[in-house]
């Protein structure tokens, strides 16, 4: 039996290891909201309910390690998730500082986060995963 060799670009596998390195943010954010860890850059408080940021960024850390396991397959629906859940820790960074955490706190986050999220929208990752930019003037797109 012919096993099929699939050919995996080097912009591919450094973004799961991106992906890698975001469930470790999430994870170590979750361990610090329990309070296993101590805070070491910065206060963190999330509206006085840090068992429900723990449990966010412990779902948060789980899907990621899913995004990888689809990014390591090559698989299109890994860059979209990747895309999407970056952009959502984005937004639970925001939430966590203007829940009394620090920037410096959630700085690790942010810059993992950012990075895939701008990586993920590089035109050679998306012909990677066969992503289209979007619509072109031939495709009989007519605005109006």
Do not use: H
Not at 60 to 72: D, M, S, T
């Amino acid at each position: 039996m012919a096993t099929t060799k699939r050919n995996r670009p080097f912009l591919v596998t450094l973004l799961a290891l991106l992906a890698i390195l975001g469930a470790a943010a999430a994870l170590f954010y979750t361990l610090q909201f329990l309070g296993w860890l101590p805070f070491t850059l910065g206060p963190y408080r999330f509206y006085g309910a840090d068992w429900l940021a723990a449990l966010l960024w412990a779902v948060l850390g789980a899907i990621y390690l899913w995004v990888f396991r689809l990014l390591w397959a090559v698989d299109a629906r890994g860059w979209l998730f990747a895309t999407v859940l970056s952009s959502l820790n984005l937004v639970m960074s925001g939430v966590a500082m203007l829940g009394e955490s620090s920037f410096e706190a959630m700085l690790p986050s942010l810059a993992v986060n950012s990075a895939i999220l701008m990586y993920c929208l590089l035109p050679g990752t998306k012909s990677a995963f066969g992503v289209e930019g979007g619509a072109k003037p031939d495709d009989g797109f007519r605005p109006g």
